[in-house]
C-alpha cells in the first residue's frame, strides 16, 4: 500500500473518531437534561444499552466484508494508534473494568499484582513477539507455530490451546455482559446473555477482524470516559485536584492512619469480639454433629414459638420463620453451612489491615508465603498476557513492522490511562467509607448505601451487630463490584452517570468477547478448516465457513455462560496461565533460537501446558481433588510450573533431535529483520 | 532466492539483542526485586506514598511504558541505519 494512501486513511479516521467523540458526549449530555426533566432511571438504563449496542452493530454493519484478508486481519491497515486502542479495548474486561478497583480496595498493596501483572506484560509482547509476528505476516498464532516448525502437529496443539485458554477467558466475559445487562435493565440473567450475544455477533460475524477492530476503537473510548468521569469527580470531592493519580497518596497516608486508629477502637473490638464468639459456636456445633443438630432444630423452632407468643415485632418474627425455614435439610448440610459461616465470622472479626502495606501477615511465614505467592502471580499474568492469542493476533493487523511497534506502544499507553486510575479509586473510596461512613448512625446512612443495600446484599450489607445504632467498620460487609458501580453516587453525580459506567463495563465486556470468539472461530475455520482440512477452498467458501463456525462458537459459549459454572478469577486466572505455559516458550524460541526443532516445540508444549493443567485441576478446590501445594505456590499461578518446564523441554529435545531445515532456518531470519532484499515472502492473502 | 546476510545484518542483530536484554533487566528489577524487597523498602516515602506501593500502583506501569516507547523509536532508528527498513517496495 502506498504510503500517502495511508496517511489519507489515518487522517480519516481521526475525523470520524472525533466527531464520534463529540456525538457520545453530546449524547450523554442530552440524557443527563433529560433526567433533571424527569425522564425515569430504568429508561435511562435501556436507552443506554440498546444505544451502544446499536451502534456497535451499525459499525460491524458499515464494515461487512468478505474479503479474506479484510475479515482476519482488517486488511493490515490499521494505524498504530488506531491499533492501540483496539487493544486496549480487547484487552480490558469486564474483570478490570467493574473488578479491578474493587479488588484492590479489599486486598491493598498484595492486589496491585493484578495491576503490574496486566501492563507488564505488554513489554514483552514489545520486545519478544509483535514486531516479528508482524513480519511473518499471516493470520493466527498456530499459523506461526505452523510455519516455524514445519507439519501439522505443531499447528494443531497450538489450536487445541488457543481454544482451551480463549474459550475459559471467553465464558467469564459473557458472564459479564449478562451480569450488567441484568442489573442494570432488570432483565433475567440469560435474556442479558443472548441481548449481549446478538450484539457480539453482528458485529463480528458480518466483518470479522475488520468490524471488529472499528468496533473496538469505539468501545476504547466508551470505557475510558465512563471510567474517568466519576472517578475525577470523587477526587474534586476530596481533594480538590481534578487528578487523583496525583494526589491520592495524601490520601492513602491519611487511610493508613484511620485504619490505625480502627485497629484499637473500643467500639470496633466489641462487634469483632462478638464475630469471634459466633465463630466459636458455630464450631463448636460442627464438632458436635450429629447431636447437635437436632438440639439446635429445636432451638431454632422454639425460639419462633417464643416470639410468637409474646407478641414480638413482626420484623423479628419474620426473621425467625426466616431462620427455621432455612435451617439444614440434613446433618451433612448442617455440617457444610456451618463450617462456612464459621468461617466467614472468623474473617470479620479480623481487624482491618493497613492499606499500603505489603504482604500482611502476622508470622514471618505468613508473609514469606504471600511474598512468594504475589511474585508468582505477576509473573503468570505477564507471560500470560505476551502468549494470550486473541491479543498478539491484533499486531497482524498494523500495516509495517515499526507500525507494530509503535502500536504496543500505544496499546499500553491506552490500558495503562486505566490501570494507574483504578488504585486511587480503590484509596479515594476506601478512605470514605473509613473515614466518613464509619460513625454515621443508622438513621442517617448516606442515600448510596440504602439504595445499593437494596439492589444486591452481596455487594454491600450493613447490620447493626452490637446494637447501638452507630456504624463500625466491622459491620460493613462489602463486595468488590461496588466500589466501580456505586462511585457516581458517592461523588454526588446524577444518575446518567451510572448509566454511563454501565454501557463503560458492557463496552469491556463486549469487546474482549468479541476478539475471543474471534479467536477461536479463526482456529478453526483457518487452521483446522482451510491448512488441514481443504487448503484449496476458495476464498469465498473460506470466509463463510469461518462465519458459520462463529456462529457456532458464540452460541455455545453462551450456552455454556447461561448455566454460570465456576467463579470468574478462577476462569481468568486459568486462562492466563494456560496461554502462558502452551504459547510463550514455544514462540519466542521460536524467532531467538534457530536451533528450536519442531519436535522440541511440540515437547515443550505438550509438557507445558500438561503440568499446567495438572496443577490446576488437581489443586483447585473447584475439582475437588485438593493434592498438597507445590511450594506454597495457588493455583492460579500454575504456569510458574508450566513456562520454565516448556523452556527447558523444547532446549533439551531439540539438542536431541537434528536440526531444523535450511529453509525453516532462513524463515527464522526473515522474520528478524523487517526487510532484506531479495527475501522470501511469508504474507499470507 | 537465497538471503544474503551480511557482516552489517549480524550486526543489526546483536544491537537488538543487547537493547532487548537491557530493557528487560529495567523490567525485572522495578517489577521482580523491587517486589521482593517491598517489605524493607515500604518507609522510604515518595510524595505521601510509600515506595512498594507507588511503584506497584504507578511508577512500574510508567517505566513500562516508557521501555516500550524507547523501545520502537530506538528500533525504527536502527532499521533505517542498517538499510532494513520497509517501505522501498
Known amino acids: ?85 483496539a487493544t486496549g479495548a480487547d484487552w480490558m474486561s469486564a474483570a478490570s473494568f467493574i473488578g479491578m478497583a474493587g479488588g484492590l480496595y479489599l486486598q491493598g498493596y498484595d492486589g496491585l499484582a493484578f495491576i503490574m501483572g496486566w501492563t507488564g506484560g505488554y513489554v514483552l509482547v514489545a520486545l519478544f513477539l509483535a514486531p516479528y509476528l508482524r513480519k511473518f505476516g499471516q493470520f493466527t498464532i498456530p499459523d506461526f507455530l505452523g510455519a516455524r516448525y514445519g507439519g501439522n502437529i505443531p499447528r494443531l496443539i497450538g489450536v487445541f490451546a488457543a481454544i482451551l485458554c480463549s474459550s475459559t477467558y471467553v465464558v467469564a466475559q459473557i458472564y459479564g455482559v449478562g451480569l450488567i445487562t441484568s442489573r442494570f435493565t432488570g432483565v433475567e440473567f440469560g435474556v442479558g446473555v443472548f441481548l449481549g450475544l446478538a450484539g457480539i455477533l453482528v458485529c463480528s460475524f458480518l466483518g470479522g477482524m475488520r468490524a471488529v477492530t472499528w468496533t473496538q476503537v469505539a468501545q476504547y473510548i466508551i470505557l475510558i470516559i465512563a471510567y474517568m468521569i466519576p472517578v475525577v469527580a470523587l477526587s474534586m470531592k476530596f481533594t480538590g485536584v481534578p487528578i487523583p493519580q496525583l494526589v491520592y497518596g495524601t490520601v492513602l497516608e491519611k487511610l493508613d492512619k484511620r485504619t490505625v486508629e480502627l485497629q484499637k477502637d473500643a467500639k470496633e473490638l466489641e462487634v469483632r469480639g462478638i464475630f469471634k464468639d459466633r465463630a466459636a459456636k458455630l464450631n463448636e456445633q460442627v464438632k458436635g454433629l450429629p447431636a447437635s443438630f437436632e438440639e439446635q432444630k429445636a432451638a431454632v423452632a422454639k425460639k419462633l414459638e417464643e416470639l410468637k407468643a409474646t407478641n414480638a415485632p413482626a420484623g423479628q418474627i419474620k426473621a425467625a420463620e426466616k431462620a427455621v425455614a432455612d435451617f439444614p435439610k440434613s446433618v451433612d448440610e448442617a455440617r457444610t453451612k456451618w463450617t462456612a459461616a464459621a468461617r466467614a465470622d472468623t ?17 514471618e511465614q505468613v508473609r514469606d508465603n504471600k511474598r512468594k505467592n504475589f511474585l508468582a502471580l505477576i509473573f503468570c499474568l505477564m507471560v500470560g498476557t505476551a502468549a494470550l492469542p486473541h491479543i498478539l493476533m491484533r499486531y497482524y493487523t498494523t500495516p509495517s513492522v515499526d507500525e507494530a511497534r509503535k502500536s504496543v506502544f500505544w496499546s499500553l499507553f491506552f490500558i495503562f490511562l486505566l490501570y494507574f486510575t483504578a488504585p486511587a479509586l480503590a484509596v479515594l473510596v476506601k478512605f470514605e467509607v473509613y473515614q466518613n461512613l464509619v460513625g454515621t448512625k443508622f438513621t442517617d446512612l448516606p442515600a448510596w448505601v440504602a439504595s445499593w443495600q437494596k439492589v444486591d446484599p452481596s455487594l454491600l450489607r450493613i447490620t447493626d451487630v452490637n446494637g447501638d445504632g452507630i456504624v463500625q467498620l466491622a459491620e460493613i460487609v462489602i463486595g468488590q463490584d461496588i466500589i466501580v458501580l456505586a462511585t457516581p453516587e458517592i461523588a454526588g453525580l446524577p444518575y446518567v452517570i451510572s448509566g454511563l459506567v454501565a454501557a463503560g463495563g458492557l463496552a469491556a465486556a463486549l469487546s474482549t468477547a468479541d476478539g475471543l470468539l474471534l479467536t477461536i472461530a479463526n482456529a478453526l475455520s483457518h487452521d483446522v478448516y482451510y491448512k488441514m482440512i481443504d487448503p484449496h477452498a476458495s476464498t469465498q467458501r473460506r470466509v463463510t465457513i469461518s462465519k458459520i463456525l462463529l456462529l457456532g462458537v458464540a452460541l455455545v459459549a453462551a450456552y455454556v455462560t447461561s448455566l454460570k459454572p465456576g467463579d470468574i478469577l478462577f476462569l481468568v486466572g486459568a486462562a492466563f496461565s494456560l496461554a502462558a505455559s502452551a504459547f510463550f516458550p514455544a514462540l519466542v524460541l521460536g524467532v531467538f533460537w534457530k536451533r528450536a526443532t519442531k519436535w522440541g516445540a511440540v515437547a515443550g508444549m505438550v509438557v507445558g501446558l500438561g503440568i499446567t493443567m495438572y496443577y490446576m485441576y488437581t489443586r483447585y478446590p473447584f475439582f475437588g481433588v485438593n493434592a498438597p501445594l507445590w511450594w506454597d505456590i495457588q493455583p492460579i499461578s500454575s504456569g510458574l510450573w508450566g513456562v520454565p518446564l516448556g523452556i527447558v523441554t523444547i532446549i533439551v529435545v531439540s539438542l536431541l533431535t537434528p536440526q531444523p531445515s535450511k529453509e525453516l532456518q532462513e524463515l527464522v531470519e526473515h522474520v528478524r529483520y523487517p526487510h532484506l532484499r531479495g527475501d522470501i515472502d511469508t504474507r499470507a492473502t | 532466492m537465497a538471503i544474503q546476510l551480511t557482516a552489517k545484518h549480524a550486526e543489526y542483530w546483536h544491537k537488538n539483542l543487547t537493547i532487548t536484554a537491557i530493557l528487560l533487566a529495567i523490567w525485572f528489577v522495578v517489577t521482580f526485586v523491587i517486589g521482593y524487597f517491598a517489605i524493607q523498602l515500604n518507609d522510604i516515602r515518595f510524595f505521601g506514598w510509600p515506595l512498594p506501593f507507588y511503584m506497584g500502583a504507578q511508577g512500574s506501569l510508567i517505566i513500562y511504558v516508557l521501555i516500550i516507547w524507547y523501545y520502537a523509536r530506538y528500533m525504527n532508528r536502527l532499521d533505517r541505519d542498517y538499510d532494513v527498513a520497509e517501505g522501498e517496495d
Open chain 1, 347 to 363: 474473617g470479620r472479626a479480623a481487624a482491618p489491615f493497613i492499606h499500603s502495606e505489603p504482604f500482611v501477615g502476622a508470622t
Open chain 1, 1 to 85: 500500500m502506498a504510503t500517502s494512501s495511508q496517511a489519507a486513511f489515518n487522517r480519516q479516521l481521526k475525523r470520524y473518531y472525533s466527531f464520534y467523540t463529540g456525538g457520545f458526549v453530546a449524547f450523554v449530555i442530552l440524557l443527563a437534561i433529560a433526567e433533571s426533566l424527569g425522564l425515569p432511571r430504568v429508561w435511562i438504563g435501556y436507552i443506554f444499552l440498546f444505544a451502544t449496542i446499536g451502534l456497535y452493530a451499525g459499525i460491524g454493519i458499515m464494515s461487512r466484508t468478505a474479503d479474506i484478508a479484510e475479515y482476519y486481519v482488517a486488511g493490515r491497515r490499521v494505524p498504530a494508534l488506531f491499533n492501540g486502542m
